[in-house]
């Protein structure tokens, strides 16, 4: 157990066993349970009790409901800590949620809820340690992009059942907004048409909350979240996005606040003020965790090379920029760390075969088929955003800048370069890793080649274009685990054998670390 003080050893970083009541939880508590946000102090608690049939999600309907909660040093509830009550209804969709305070900071606990002599499934959830603490060790299971539509959450389980992370990092996606055969077609999605009304964003979140795997994962330990685009649409800007057609679907600000209204019902997550997504969670001196909202706040995306460097263009918006200033250059930490929706490197995409080249650009979001040097809805498209933090990053001297990153569906391992054009000798300030997608289409799927075939090409290319890039694969889905030390952070890919197999193995696909105040990376072979 990773305690405030620091670790004993390593066998003590492995989290008090979950007893498996999933199956024993009342038929009130179908949605499960789920923990977010730690502090040293606090946590999130979450859960959905259906009190009648009739409330279902979505629906309106079900009557005002007075739901218990209970929060234990172990799994029988023999030592409860603390609990208390929570009023919720179908103004709330009748979801719970509870920030659960004096607590005692870096320890593992128990939690439940109750409701007219039903259970909830046991929950387990971890407090953050001491702001003051010195800890030897973290590790998070970090994920991205878990397309209900593409196949089982597989990867859910196994970090569910590894028994030694801290926290899951989710960097978007959460869900899909697509009807039925958009994107994805093993599994179907409801409500049967494309998400746009309050009700349909509920039903949506309810129905990935009905996953198995998923609620295996939320009941092994707290989360941290932030959204993407299709928690509300593809390629959502400030004012839009590209799946959204104004007039036609309303407003895209009515359904950006419905979206974002279901959002915070269903998810474990404390927002700030004014719907602030964007937050800093800290872990003693070992680490603080800074999670971005990439699509609140940023400009369209651009329709040419001019104006992805145009100054007057931002990503993250004045505030959020600030924000995030402060905390790459905060002192006291160890690392600093980016929970980053959308790739933060410099990448220049070679020509590649039209095979490849049609399915990269609807990926990644370029332009042409055939190769450009920029990203438009990643930080290649607001350029001038990523040089105000690469030039802060240097000119202040900050190491040990680390930047977790999802969206593209596929793997990659960055040092974040001074200049592209002049790397290495320019030097780094920072680096990032890109993790795979849960089960969203990559190359192999967009191409329909076997998979290591079309890509591998194109995986050449573009480390040989991009001297920056350490290593990228295009083609496999999965998880990863992301490990921090005082002297080094690792993060290790896992992928799966098959996402349509619930049962899918995995198997450690490759590593890298990072030593503290190099600002390098390095392969490693064996897995934390």
């Not at 179908?90 to 809820?113: E, M, N, Q």
């Not at 991009?466 to 993060?491: A, I």
């Amino acid at each position: 157990m990773l305690r405030a003080g620091g670790l004993a050893g390593a066998a003590t970083l492995l989290a008090p066993a979950l007893p498996s009541s999933a199956a024993e939880a009342g038929p009130a508590f179908r949605h499960g349970v789920a923990s977010g946000d730690p502090l040293p102090d606090a946590v999130i608690l979450w859960t959905r009790v259906t009190p009648v049939e009739d409330a279902t999600p979505g629906s309106g309907a079900g009557p005002d409901v007075t739901v218990r909660w209970q929060i234990a040093h172990d799994p029988a509830f023999r030592d409860v800590v603390v609990g208390g009550t929570a009023r919720t209804g179908p103004d709330r969709d009748h979801t719970v949620t509870v920030d659960a305070t004096g607590l005692a900071p870096g320890r593992w606990y128990f939690y439940r809820f109750s409701w007219h002599g039903q259970r909830s499934a046991v929950g387990r959830t971890r407090t953050a340690p001491a702001a003051t603490a010195s800890p030897d060790r973290l590790r998070f299971g970090v994920v991205s992009c878990s397309n209900w539509q593409a196949g089982h959450f597989a990867a859910y389980q196994h970090l569910a059942e590894r028994g030694d992370i801290d926290a899951v990092l989710h960097l978007g996606d959460y869900l899909y907004e697509y009807a039925p055969g958009e994107y994805g077609n093993f599994r179907p999605h409801d409500p049967p048409h494309e998400m746009v009304t309050l009700s349909d964003y509920r039903r949506r979140h309810a129905q990935y909350k009905t996953d198995p795997q998923l609620q295996a994962l939320h009941a092994a330990c707290p989360w941290i979240i932030t959204w993407d685009d299709h928690e509300t649409a593809n390629d959502a800007w400030s004012g839009g996005a590209e799946n959204h057609t104004e007039g036609v679907e309303g407003s895209w600000t009515a359904r950006r606040r419905r979206a974002r209204r279901a959002y915070a019902e269903w998810m474990p997550i404390r927002f700030g003020d004014d719907w602030r997504l964007y937050r800093r969670l800290r872990f003693g001196t070992l680490a603080e965790l800074t999670m971005l909202d990439l699509r609140s706040h940023r400009s369209k995306q651009a329709a040419t090379v001019g104006e992805a460097d145009d100054p007057g263009r931002t990503i993250v918006g004045a505030e959020q920029l600030g924000f995030l200033r402060d905390s790459l250059t905060t002192e006291d930490v160890r690392w600093k760390l980016v929970g980053n929706p959308v790739m933060f490197s410099p990448l220049l995409l070679p020509p590649a075969p039209r095979v490849v080249g049609e399915p990269l650009a609807e990926l990644t979001g370029l332009v042409p088929e055939d190769g450009v040097p920029f990203n438009v809805d990643q930080w290649d498209g607001y350029q001038h955003d990523r040089r105000e933090l690469i030039r802060l990053l240097g000119h202040r001297d900050v190491r040990n800048a680390v930047f977790l990153t999802g969206d593209i569906h596929t793997s990659w391992a960055f040092e974040v370069p001074v200049d592209a054009g002049t790397y290495p000798v320019s030097g780094t300030v920072a680096t990032e890793f890109v993790v795979p997608s849960v089960t969203s289409d990559n190359i192999d799927e967009l191409t329909g080649a076997p998979p290591r075939t079309a890509s591998v090409s194109v995986e050449q290319a573009a480390m040989a274009l991009n001297r920056h890039l350490k290593w990228v694969e295009l083609d496999s889905h999965g998880y990863t685990v992301f490990d921090v030390r005082p002297d080094r952070v690792q993060l290790d890919w896992y992928f799966l054998a098959d996402r349509e197999n619930a049962r899918s193995a995995a198997t450690h696909a490759k590593s890298y670390a990072v030593t503290a105040g190099t600002q390098r990376m390095h392969e490693v072979s064996d897995p934390v």
